[in-house]
């Protein structure tokens, strides 16, 4: 016996073959019929597409990367502004309440504040570093934080193609 891919359709190969009327196996080249017919994904369901990869927990991990990096480089620019290290500035604080609240959006799915936040953060890091000399680790931290924005990307169309009613 052996196990296709799918819902568990299964093929004896013996038995296929002796009904084919060749007891020596394939030798001659004529094999039976597939077990079941095979579907690419362009021909399912709207809301089976993509399902083998990836799922809904996936999905909302992903989400959840995304919403978490907007909130923690929110908090972590608040923080900064607020201790006096890079001194209190109306830009900090517009800096910190814009990434908190694209958090908070990519917290309940929003696509557009998803690509606002990775769009915004390419834009800030691409200003920050063209003022100054970068040591290596703020770029491996903007590596970092751009592929947990991708994520949220990710993850948030995949949530609403899942969510989108049936015409």
């Known amino acids: 016996m052996i196990w296709c891919v799918g819902r ?7 038995a296929s073959s002796a009904r084919a009327g060749h007891p020596s196996g394939f030798a001659s080249g004529v094999f039976p019929p597939p077990a079941r017919a095979y579907h690419n ?16 927990t996936m999905a909302e991990r992903m989400v959840a990367c995304g919403w978490i ?26 800096d910190a309440a814009l990434l908190i609240g694209l958090a908070y959006g990519i917290y309940r ?8 936040a990775l769009a915004y953060h390419i834009l800030n890091r691409l200003m920050i ?14 590596l970092m934080f751009a592929a947990l ?13 899942r969510r989108r009613p049936a015409a």
């Open 8 to 14: 568990g359709a299964q093929v004896d190969l013996a």
């Open 41 to 56: 994904e362009a021909t399912w369901d709207r809301e089976r597409a993509g399902a083998a990869v990836i799922d809904d």
């Open 69 to 94: 990096a907007a909130a923690i480089a929110g908090l972590t620019t608040l923080t900064f502004s607020l201790t006096s290290s890079f001194g209190l500035t109306h830009y900090n604080l517009v």
């Open 109 to 116: 799915r929003s696509r557009t504040c998803a690509v606002l």
């Open 129 to 142: 570093f063209h003022a100054r000399d970068v040591p290596p680790i703020a770029i491996v931290l903007t």
């Open 149 to 161: 924005y991708v994520l949220g990307i990710i993850g948030t169309f995949v949530h609403h193609a």
